[in-house]
């Protein structure tokens, strides 16, 4: 389909997504502290720049609940890009030292195991 938009063709690298993607999976729940920070931030930033567009302070007030919820929607969006920018990178050195059959493996492992990280680091949150 996208051969007959472009004139051109290019190929995708299915095996780098998936073990991007395996890998910024893992560091997303691994690191889940600075996940909630960087959520934190762009929702701050978010609710920042939408407040510079209103002129009234009425109509800014009167839109405030549905605008910091979609604020805080769209933060937990971005809130995946840096991750999948590191995991690109952990994909690459992995397969860059280890070999490329090696990437995916390593990320489903690590998905593993950041997985039953936190989820021991709820159950010991919610038992204190």
Do not use: H
């Amino acid at each position: 389909m996208l051969t007959e938009i472009l004139p051109f063709r290019f190929e995708l690298n299915t095996i780098a997504i998936a073990g991007a993607s395996l890998w910024s999976l893992a560091l997303y729940l691994g690191f889940s502290s600075v996940n909630e920070w960087v959520i934190e931030q762009l929702n701050r930033w978010f609710n920042f720049a939408e407040r510079s567009l209103y002129t009234s302070q009425t109509e800014f007030e009167r839109t405030r609940k549905a605008r910091e919820s979609q604020n805080a929607f769209y933060a937990s969006l971005f809130s995946i890009a840096p991750f999948l920018v590191v995991g690109a990178l952990c994909n690459w050195g992995v397969e860059l030292t280890l070999g490329p059959s090696w990437g995916i493996s390593l990320g489903i492992l690590a998905c593993i195991s950041c997985g039953i990280f936190e989820l021991g680091r709820r159950n010991g949150e919610s038992s204190d």
